[in-house]
């Protein structure tokens, strides 16, 4: 079975790089890998990172016309700083159009692969050319399920079966627009497992999300009703997405993108429900939001009516498939209010943020030292300053903030081009135990804006035409214990890239990584004290374009972690072919093989896969992967893309999960179909 389907993917290979054409798309998808990839170890699996890049996919299929783009625009673009953006405003106030990649190369703070990059995602027409707004509509089918069964889908020993629904995972999304004027958009998602047209779900799927917006040209910028995110300043408050993390390129530390926007995104939990508004009154923009949710949580005590009194967690993996996580869902309502009013003048900007949130019920987790200062109560608020100052060749960013409880958390940073070909960025932050955001994602080591005080430096360097270094390193310590450790954590993190690229057709990096913290001991004791642990990752990637029809990547990693003296090793190798032999038809295939000695030495790779999809697995134990993902235009406006992947683990006795998600056998193999139609 195994060879049959290995023998099918390289004919279809072969086949289709003896044909003609060209792929458009593909720089522009590469820099959406390059930016996923460093979010890599610290997200899951299933992490739904649509939210953050859906505008970078939106924009290589739609290119943003670079001579009209606002600020606001432009900070959808997270490879650019604040310094490029004022600058790239600043050039075509004074010169007017910009007519191509190469001009960008000329503005200050730009090189020739920043302004590569841009063009992936702009166009460069006229000023003067308005677009007739039409009215545009998309919908979106995906199905995907494993094809071996899960014990959770199989009756145990009583006849009794833990998963209440089927084993597909289906998607349905639906938008509609009009220009920037007016948006309409419904998501509605099954994971695998959940009931679909009845039990739980007489309604159709788990989970609805919808929204309309509209955009004014006066005072009222924006309006959304329904589902919605709000970020404001640098996340200490409010940051209903992913927030900033630390990445190869060291620099752009800034987070940007702040404002309201409609939810499009499936994660079940993080986002807002009700009303949420922006207005610009001369040099002021203000926002205003209510929110009124109900999220999943685990409760632990209720009143004679049944009705929530205290809850013990939190619940965020949108799962709804057994009797305990039916009990959980929309268990806990709560109420989101705040606003933010940022004034703006030339290059310097600054706001007030305030957050106000309240709960139905008390959360309570049960006490543990880690947990200490965690939040405990049903109402909370938070009040912030964040400013912004674009000097010259540095731009200085920064947010403060405090909480009901009185605890204070503060970000500040700089970013700065001394030259065209060097970049420096610099963030510290001092976050109390006791701080508790409303809902904020900020930069840190840790989850949660808490318990943690660092320093960040990054680099990026162009020391020759044709070379790439950059790096960064971060220290940071805990001021109190966490959940891995028996005292507070002292950390290093280093990185460093050097990227190599003779030719526009062959690029080459290489990667170097290593952490170095504290954390308890794995001996068996009744009090472990904590110790020195160390991961090391090193990574050589290869990318050759041979034509326009074929393009070609090979990838070795290596990861090593030490602890009690011992050290656990893994590797991963993998080659990928990518092809686009004519307009309507794309593939690309990839083959890998891998090696750990444990979890703690496991490898992550990105994986291509359908738009609006993102897939990071985590490779350990001993096994072979490969997968094929297509995807072929029918007519003009419908597309759609299948992806078949497979994890063979090469060990006797073998089984994949645990509990309910446990699978017998040394197998896990994948189907994944998605139609895009738009009209």
């Known amino acids: ?371 200490h200062y965690y939040f405990r109560g049903n109402e909370n608020f938070n009040l912030s300053a964040d400013a912004l100052w674009v000097f010259n060749r540095i731009n200085l960013f920064g947010e403060a903030a405090i909480s009901k409880s009185g605890g204070k958390a503060i970000l500040a940073g700089f970013e700065s081009q001394p030259a065209s070909s060097i970049a420096i960025s610099m963030i510290y932050r001092d976050y109390d135990a006791n701080f508790h955001s409303v809902n904020g994602t900020a930069f840190g080591e840790s989850s949660g804006i808490r318990n943690e005080r660092g320093i960040y430096a990054g680099l990026l360097v162009y020391p020759l035409p044709k070379v790439k270094i950059s790096g960064y390193i971060d220290s940071y310590e805990s001021k109190w214990v966490r959940y891995t450790s028996t005292g507070p954590v002292r950390g290093n993190d280093f990185a460093l890239q050097t990227d190599y690229t003779p030719t526009r057709k062959l690029s080459f990096y290489l990667r170097f990584k290593t952490e170095t913290n504290s954390e308890k001991s794995s001996e068996s004791a009744p009090i472990k004290p904590d110790e020195q642990q160390q991961t090391n990752r090193a990574r050589f990637n290869a990318n050759w374009i041979i034509s326009d029809q074929l393009t070609l990547k090979f990838r070795t990693e290596w990861s090593g972690y030490k602890k009690n003296g011992m050290m656990e090793n893994g590797w991963l190798v993998f080659t990928d072919i990518a092809t686009h032999p004519f307009e309507k038809l794309s593939a690309v295939a990839r083959f890998a093989w891998f090696n750990t000695e444990s979890y703690n030495s496991r490898v992550y790779a990105y994986e291509n896969d359908v738009p609006e999809y993102f897939y990071i697995p985590a490779f350990n134990s001993h096994g072979l992967r490969y997968y094929v993902n297509m995807s072929y235009a029918i007519l003009q406006n419908l597309k759609i893309n299948l992806k078949f992947s497979q994890t063979n683990y090469l060990d006797d006795e073998f089984t994949i999960g645990s509990g309910n998600t446990l699978i017998e056998g040394n197998k896990r193999s994948e189907l994944r179909a998605q139609l895009r139609y738009r009209f």
């Open 1 to 371: 079975m195994d060879k049959k389907i290995i023998n099918i993917v390289l004919f279809i290979l072969i086949a289709l790089t003896g044909a003609h054409g060209q792929d458009p798309q593909s720089s522009g998808l590469s820099i959406i890998e390059r930016i996923v990839e460093s979010y890599a170890e610290d997200l899951s699996e299933e992490a739904d990172l649509s939210a953050v890049l859906e505008d970078l996919e939106h924009y290589i299929e739609t290119p943003l016309n670079i001579n009209t783009a606002l600020r606001t625009d432009l900070e959808k673009f997270p490879f650019l700083t604040s310094f490029q953006i004022e600058n790239l405003l600043a050039y075509r106030r004074k010169f007017g159009q910009i007519y191509s990649q190469y001009e960008l190369e000329a503005i200050e703070g730009f090189n020739s692969q920043l302004a590569a990059d841009l063009s992936s995602f702009v166009s460069f027409l006229p000023s003067d050319v308005q677009s007739k707004a039409y009215w545009k509509q998309e919908m979106l089918l995906r199905y995907s399920q494993a094809l071996e069964k899960p014990a959770g889908f199989k009756p145990d020993k009583n006849g009794a079966i833990a998963f209440e629904g089927m084993p597909m995972r289906s998607l349905l999304k639906y938008r509609v627009e009009k220009g920037n004027r007016f948006k309409l958009g419904i998501t509605a998602e099954n994971d695998a497992g959940e009931a679909f047209f009845k039990g739980s779900n007489p309604y159709g799927f788990d989970f609805y999300s919808g929204y309309v917006g509209f955009s004014g040209r006066k005072a009222l910028k924006e309006v959304y009703l329904g589902d919605f995110q709000v970020k404001t300043g640098q996340g200490l408050v409010q940051w209903t997405s992913y927030g900033k993390r630390k990445m190869s390129d060291g620099i752009g530390v800034r987070a940007t993108g702040q404002g309201i926007r409609a939810n499009t995104s499936a994660d079940e939990n993080n986002f807002m429900r009700g009303v949420a508004s922006r207005f610009e009154l001369g040099n002021f923009n203000v926002i205003t939001y209510y929110s009124l949710n109900n999220v999943d949580a685990t409760v632990s005590e209720t009143d004679s009516s049944g009705n929530p009194v205290m809850v013990s967690s939190l619940q965020t993996s949108g799962y709804h498939r057994t009797s305990s996580e039916i009990s959980n869902k929309n268990s806990l309502n709560v109420q989101t209010a705040g606003g933010s009013v940022k004034y703006t003048i030339k290059r310097f900007s600054i706001a007030m943020n305030g957050a106000w949130r309240k709960y139905n019920a008390t959360i309570n987790p049960a006490w543990q030292p880690y947990n």
